[in-house]
């Protein structure tokens, strides 16, 4: 049997994403296909602008077999934390035969070269990389130039380092990191992207493959949603068309009263108590929180040039979440299926080593002592952003243990 496996946020779904399931069903074709797909909070470190079951079914409408949740605690971390709960989960499955993964440089063994260097550090690469950090150089910058000292030591710059440099292929990389580490048979397996960049924050083309910050942007923008047809499956434009109507969408500025108010709670040594957050960037928030205005603005205020605005988001999503500890992946808990797909999950239950978890009620009983925390991590932090969504859109607030996994048909 082959099974695929995807790693995504779908934050939110567009033509993207869709053309990534096609090109895998057209050049892999695969048996089934799984997606890791990030809950209700994502890496940049922001609410996602849906909930995960609202994107679970754009997943399933659009080409998905069975979407699995990263928890938290990975799903808003750094590119080395999000690559290990993924690729861990995908691994614990027992059933995963490829790995696929969108990316600037589609060629499979620059990945599994430059990840397998990574994990080893010769001592080249250590000595390269201490001398460029002792120069000033941002840690990326010195990792990137660590790497081609060490393989083309008369070369200015090389592909290897290039592959660092894009969000895309950087992930990438950390995925094959993880599975170099896990001796995993998990077969990496790039495909190009096509379309706007990672960043962009408009529509290129009518008919292009957008970014989802585009989408994002194009949200905040306008109150005619009817464009979003030319650049998401027309079953994903409606789900974000309707949730939008119901001011079901959340953005991070939603969150701002209540970061405020807990930023008021805290000390200089409980802020450090949470992932992320050092004691420099700790004082920083405590001597500007007079200042607060929202969440994104603060974010502003606080950034440096060592501090990233996504590391200020994270670190605050953080100190919201109460997430001050990292647990091992210990369960695969099952968002959504589709209902022809049923064989795949009698095939995880027979040949994987993680306990796969459909009814959260079952929890205490197949659950190890620190998978229940982990799980723990993820039911408040669904419940926190259930609660901003109800209070945001009027509905009824609904506790994660009440809402039922997606069965598509």
Known sequence: MKVTGIIAEYNP????????????????NPDFLIVVLSGDHVQRGTPALLDKFS????????????VLELPVSYSCSSAEYFAEGAISLLHGLGVVTHLCFGC?????????????????????????????LKKGLPYPAARAGALTACLHPNQADSE????LRSPNNLLGVEYCRVLDKLHSPIKPWPILRVGSGYHEQSFSDPDSYPSASAIRSYLSAHSDLNGLYSQM???????????????????EDDYSLLLQTQLL???????????????????R?????????????????????????????????????????????SYARVLGFRKESAELLHRIKKEGSLPLLTK??????????SGQKLLAQDVFASNFYQAVSSQKSGLPFIHEYQKPIIIQE
């Open 285 to 329: 928030i405590i001597r500007n929180r007079n200042q607060f205005q929202s969440f994104s603005q603060f974010c502003r205020l606080l950034k440096t040039k060592e501090v990233t605005y996504t590391r200020i988001q994270r670190s605050l999503l953080h100190v919201l979440l109460n997430l001050k500890e990292i647990y091992p992946v």
């Open 55 to 66: 994107r679970t079914q754009m997943a399933l409408c659009c080409g998905a077999d069975l």
């Open 265 to 283: 709670r805290e000390s200089l040594l409980s802020l450090t108590e949470y992932l992320d957050l050092s004691e420099e960037l700790s004082r």
């Open 160 to 163: 290897e380092a290039a592959l």
């Open 360 to 369: 959260l009620a079952n929890a205490r009983e197949i659950l190890s002592p």
């Open 104 to 132: 600037e440089t589609p060629r499979q063994e620059l990945f599994i070269k430059t990840a397998s260097l990574l994990n080893q550090e010769p001592p080249s690469y250590r000595q390269a990389l201490k001398a460029s």
């Open 233 to 251: 499956p027309r079953t994903a434009a409606r789900l974000l068309q309707k949730a939008v109507k119901e001011r079901r969408n959340i953005l």
């Open 13 to 28: 779904f567009h033509n993207g994403h869709e053309y990534q399931m096609k090109t895998v069903r057209q050049t892999l």
